[in-house]
């Protein structure tokens, strides 16, 4: 069970990723998604129905859950359920992102910024389309949901500097999380042994941040 603001709500996962992030603390899903078997769909449906009346709606993580085909289809039977949808994701499938708004699929979002765009291709194996992620942020300011974005502050990703450039890109958002680092759950094993910032020091950057949005939180710490 996780909670998102108000509510109580049931956790799904999707397998595949279009960026490996070497923070990525579920590896297994990015790296070997078919190493986890599938949870049958009918099976996963009446689980929610037993839960009627105690959550009220479902978060969607992953993985990157906007590049799975059926994840709209799957958002329409939750919704014929009444319950509410969370969607976890990293911004980078805005057409995906405005059928599910235009669908009303979607009642709130959590979109992960990394870092400053110009260092998003030290989060993949080739080039990451970063315009993209533009695209999902211009969306999402005119949209009606409500929306979080959220960034994990690894101190050699994410410095003063990332967060102004951070900060322009989300200018006018209405909540922007930073989120302590936890090591030892990171992908890349060299990255488990990576410094976290001092709790003084994130709420140092977390300051930095108030400057760009309407509420910045601090996670983790």
Same mark, same amino acid.
């Given at each position: 069970?996780?909670?998102?603001?108000?509510?109580?709500?049931?956790l799904?996962?999707? =397998? +595949?990723c +279009?960026?490996t992030?070497?923070?990525?603390? +579920?590896?297994?899903?990015?790296?070997?998604?078919?190493? @986890?078997?599938?949870?049958?769909?009918?099976?996963?449906? %009446?689980?929610?129905?037993?839960?009627?009346?105690?959550?009220? =709606?479902?978060?969607?993580?992953?993985?990157?859950p906007?590049?799975?085909? =059926?994840?709209? /289809?799957?958002?329409?039977?939750?919704?014929?359920?009444n319950?509410?949808?969370?969607?976890?994701?990293n911004?980078?499938?805005?057409?995906?992102? %405005?059928?599910?708004?235009?669908?009303e699929?979607?009642?709130?979002? /959590?979109?992960?910024?990394?870092?400053?765009?110009?260092? @998003? +291709?030290?989060?993949?194996?080739?080039?990451? /389309?970063?315009? %993209?992620?533009?695209?999902?942020?211009?969306?999402?300011n005119?949209?009606?949901?409500?929306?979080? @974005?959220?960034?994990?502050?690894?101190?050699?990703?994410?410095?003063?500097?990332?967060?102004a450039?951070?900060?322009?890109?989300?200018q006018? /958002?209405?909540?922007?999380?930073?989120?302590? @680092?936890?090591?030892?759950?990171?992908?890349?094993?060299e990255?488990?042994?990576?410094?976290?910032?001092?709790?003084?020091?994130?709420?140092?950057? %977390?300051?930095?941040?108030?400057?760009y949005?309407?509420q910045?939180?601090?996670?983790?710490?």
């Amino acid at each position: 069970m996780l909670d998102f603001p108000g509510r109580v709500a049931s956790l799904v996962f999707t =397998g +595949n990723c +279009n960026l490996t992030c070497p923070f990525c603390h +579920n590896p297994g899903l990015v790296l070997d998604p078919d190493g @986890y078997p599938d949870y049958p769909l009918d099976e996963l449906l %009446a689980d929610l129905k037993k839960r009627e009346g105690f959550i009220d =709606g479902v978060v969607i993580s992953g993985g990157e859950p906007t590049i799975d085909t =059926g994840l709209p /289809a799957f958002l329409r039977l939750l919704k014929q359920m009444n319950l509410q949808v969370k969607l976890d994701s990293n911004g980078l499938a805005p057409k995906v992102i %405005a059928s599910l708004l235009e669908q009303e699929l979607v009642d709130y979002f /959590a979109i992960d910024i990394k870092t400053s765009l110009k260092r @998003y +291709n030290e989060l993949h194996t080739m080039p990451v /389309a970063v315009d %993209a992620l533009r695209q999902t942020v211009e969306l999402l300011n005119q949209a009606t949901v409500e929306v979080e @974005y959220r960034t994990t502050c690894i101190p050699h990703l994410v410095a003063e500097a990332e967060i102004a450039a951070m900060g322009e890109l989300l200018q006018g /958002a209405p909540l922007w999380i930073l989120q302590q @680092y936890v090591p030892v759950h990171a992908m890349v094993e060299e990255w488990q042994q990576f410094a976290v910032y001092e709790p003084e020091q994130l709420q140092a950057l %977390a300051t930095r941040a108030e400057s760009y949005v309407d509420q910045v939180k601090v996670r983790g710490i």
